[in-house]
């Protein structure tokens, strides 16, 4: 890890719990961008040293109920922001459109709250997570026509995670926590990960199921300072 975020008091989630499950989607071509993302050198989750603790204790009560947690992505460095501000002013590469904003205008993720141009990654106390039933592993992912109740039908990528309605990072309000689109099992299963992230003192967003900031973060989003851009290596 570099020195400057060693200072700051960030750390790798394995240190102190090496049993979440990890899976650092911007590392590799399996994105909304369709490439690995600038700024991610390795498949690491840093996050802070107060992330990690929480994290530690929902993970172990997500356990008591056959569950782990997955970390899709955790710190941001500020240059992948920029890179996928570079992506949305692109109309021309629509290399993911069906697969994560298949009725979204990728030039609106950021108005939309996809996305954000100085984003709560960057300081370290983000998170975007799901549910693997405990035991279970990863795998490849495996595309699948999944129709909403409005009739529309979504790529579904089952990575062999809990099945929570729609995909991370699917730019859909499918993906919201209140929506008329999904089950009322993948609704019931939101909610739970919801009520335990809650209880670590986290909160979340209404458009993205995956998203949780730790609401007593080390570094406030009001200063410029707090928005950190070294490498994930």
């Not at 040293?49 to 710190?75: I, M, P």
């Not at 035991?135 to 909403?148: N, P, S, W, Y």
Request: proline residues 3%; hydrophobic residues 35%.
């Amino acid at each position: 890890m570099d020195k400057g975020l060693c200072s700051k008091d960030f750390m790798y989630l394995s240190e102190v719990d090496p049993s979440i499950v990890v899976s650092l989607r911007y590392s590799t071509p399996e994105n909304f961008i369709g490439r690995p993302v600038d700024g991610y050198r390795k498949p690491l989750a840093i996050v802070t040293r107060q992330v990690a603790e929480a994290l530690k204790k929902a993970q172990k009560e997500l356990n008591k109920d056959g569950y782990s947690l997955v970390v899709y992505d955790a710190y941001r460095p500020q240059q992948a922001v920029d890179c996928f501000m570079e992506w949305s002013e692109n109309p021309h590469d629509q290399v993911k459109k069906l697969h994560y904003y298949p009725r979204v205008d990728k030039s609106r993720v950021f108005e939309l709250g996809y996305v954000a141009k100085r984003s709560s990654h960057s300081r370290g106390s983000t998170v975007d997570i799901t549910l693997i039933e405990y035991g279970k592993a990863l795998h490849e992912i495996l595309v699948e026509d999944r129709t909403l109740l409005d009739g529309f039908t979504i790529k579904y990528l089952n990575d062999g995670t809990v099945d929570m309605g729609s995909s991370f990072d699917l730019f859909d309000r499918v993906s919201h926590h209140i929506n008329n689109l999904i089950t009322h099992d993948h609704k019931n299963i939101r909610a739970y990960l919801r009520r335990i992230m809650e209880k670590q003192g986290f909160k979340t967003i209404e458009e993205e199921w995956w998203h949780y900031v730790l609401k007593e973060e080390p570094y406030s989003a009001d200063h410029e300072s707090s928005y950190f851009n070294y490498c994930v290596e």
